[in-house]
């Protein structure tokens, strides 16, 4: 099976509807370049894939064409290099270049992080320096994953809070990373709002969608919406 085959099975799961419904949510994807792969039949798919000899050749080959195919790539870098940590990092941050949506991004939930928390966190800095939107947005969602419990340092909230851009899929990973810390981590995460050190979209971003969880108690909600930066 040829990287090509490999992706004519891609093909083989399409779902036109699904295509159309998803198109929707990644509007920056040309929509020609968008199969309608649902994602539980792609992760099947992948596990297949991941046994046969072609897979690191389908890796090897980029840029991909369709949206899928970087899709399957992401989930295929966690199947194949689940044993060494640098060389996953080595072919992840050789994929990351190539990402160019917040889907395939938040995708990137590696499992093999979680035994290699230090090391990544290193890697995680750097990410967050980089010029590359999906780059970065990749190390703030790497922190809300992976760094919010047991592994939480109250010096990665600085981090997120000093990264500058005017992007837009990266202010919203900020504001999703401060709420999920205003949920995991309140005492620590809240003087960050109190003190207003966000800009003020992202800080308002960071409060609706915490007061959107379940997890906050009502107190804490009516609290957070008082610190709410009005627009003159």
């Known amino acids: 099976m040829s990287g090509c085959t490999i992706t004519e099975g891609l093909f083989e799961l399409k779902d036109e509807n699904y295509r159309g419904f998803y198109a929707k949510l990644i509007p920056d994807i040309p929509y020609d370049k968008i199969i309608g792969v649902r994602t539980?039949?792609?992760?099947?798919?992948?596990?297949?894939?991941?046994?046969?000899?072609?897979?690191?050749?389908?890796?090897?080959?980029?840029?991909?064409?369709?949206?899928?195919?970087?899709?399957?790539?992401?989930?295929?870098?966690?199947?194949?290099?689940?044993?060494?940590?640098?060389?996953?990092?080595?072919?992840?941050?050789?994929?990351?270049?190539?990402?160019?949506?917040?889907?395939?991004?938040?995708?990137?939930?590696?499992?093999?992080?979680?035994?290699?928390?230090?090391?990544?966190?290193?890697?995680?800095?750097?990410?967050?320096?980089?010029?590359?939107?999906?780059?970065?947005?990749?190390?703030?969602?790497?922190?809300?994953?992976?760094?919010?419990?047991?592994?939480?340092?109250?010096?990665?909230?600085?981090?997120?809070?000093?990264?500058?851009?005017?992007?837009?899929?990266?202010?919203?990973?900020?504001?999703w990373y401060f709420s999920i810390a205003l949920v995991k981590q309140y005492d620590t995460a809240l003087p960050y709002i109190q003190n207003q050190i966000l800009e003020p979209w992202t800080h308002n971003k960071s409060i609706q969608k915490a007061i959107e969880s379940r997890r906050i108690t009502s107190e804490r909600k009516e609290y957070l919406k008082s610190l709410k930066i009005k627009h003159k």
């Open 40 to 175: 539980p039949a792609l992760r099947s798919y992948a596990s297949k894939v991941a046994k046969m000899p072609e897979a690191k050749e389908f890796i090897q080959e980029l840029p991909h064409t369709y949206y899928e195919e970087n899709n399957l790539h992401g989930v295929l870098l966690s199947l194949i290099y689940q044993k060494d940590i640098e060389e996953f990092i080595a072919e992840l941050e050789r994929f990351l270049s190539y990402v160019d949506n917040w889907a395939t991004c938040d995708m990137l939930s590696p499992k093999i992080f979680k035994k290699h928390l230090p090391y990544v966190y290193e890697r995680v800095q750097k990410w967050l320096q980089s010029d590359h939107v999906y780059t970065i947005r990749f190390g703030i969602v790497t922190l809300l994953g992976f760094y919010l419990d047991d592994a939480f340092e109250p010096d990665m909230l600085r981090l997120v809070a000093n990264i500058k851009s005017e992007e837009y899929y990266v202010k919203m990973a900020v504001a």
